[in-house]
């Protein structure tokens, strides 16, 4: 079976390695977001050069800058790695929009919106408008976010373990032992000293990354700040505007 070729495409003065990327630039621009295309590339120190697609700048409408890598189908483990040590290596958020498909996957939820589906009285997508397609964590999946040091998803939960062999739940009950509600305090320069007594410093790095990673899930999230289409978990004023642009990129005439 042969692959299928990208096509160069041409839209708002540049020309887009696919046209998946021409209308991933179209939809953000009919939802008013800053965007650069391929702004810069990096010698990352494990994976090599990478050349991300888009930087989503922040505004009014997000509150933080965000990497946007376009892929046709679900990235591979190395693509994954990539965007992982690119997000820790540069401090930007990152994530991956797969195929045109999260359009057309999307405009269905946000047209069937209005009746809700629920089951045993409890709505089918359980609690908020995120559901529904109008945030954008829910375009661009999976989300990587920017951590001390550079840790391969696929090694996380192994590595962990490995590195403390002598007493693999140690940096799991170490790290949970931190918990203060909702915030864990980073490491001071005492505890490091007396964690390299014992621990190797991959360890120590993996606990520093470990803690940051808990904390970022409510620097991110709670109260969810990839943007400001709504006014809450309930306002439905950006449906319109969501499904506008899905339609304008789908239908784009490139």
Known sequence: MKATKSIPTKYSGHTFRSRLEARVAVFFDVLNLSWEYEPEGYDLPINGWYLPDFLLKKNEKLK???????????????????????????????????????????YHTLTKYPEKI???????????LRGFGTDLDHYLKPLRYPLPHYIPFSRWYSLREELTPDDKGFILNYVNERDSGRYYPPLTTNEIKELEQTKSREAIEFIESN????????????????????????????????????????SYQF
């Open 118 to 128: 629920y089951f045993n009285g409890k709505s089918f997508y359980d609690h908020d």
């Open 211 to 250: 803690i940051a990673a808990r904390n970022r899930i409510w620097d991110y999230i709670e109260p969810h700040s990839l943007d400001y289409f709504g006014e809450g978990d309930d306002d439905v004023s950006s449906v319109p505007l969501f499904k506008k642009a899905i339609e304008v990129a789908l």
């Open 64 to 106: 933080h800058d965000i990497w946007v890598e376009c892929k046709g189908k679900e990235p591979t483990i190395e693509e994954d790695n990539k965007l992982n040590e690119l997000a820790c290596t540069t401090g930007i958020l990152g994530g991956f929009f797969i195929s045109s498909e999260t359009f057309t996957r999307n």
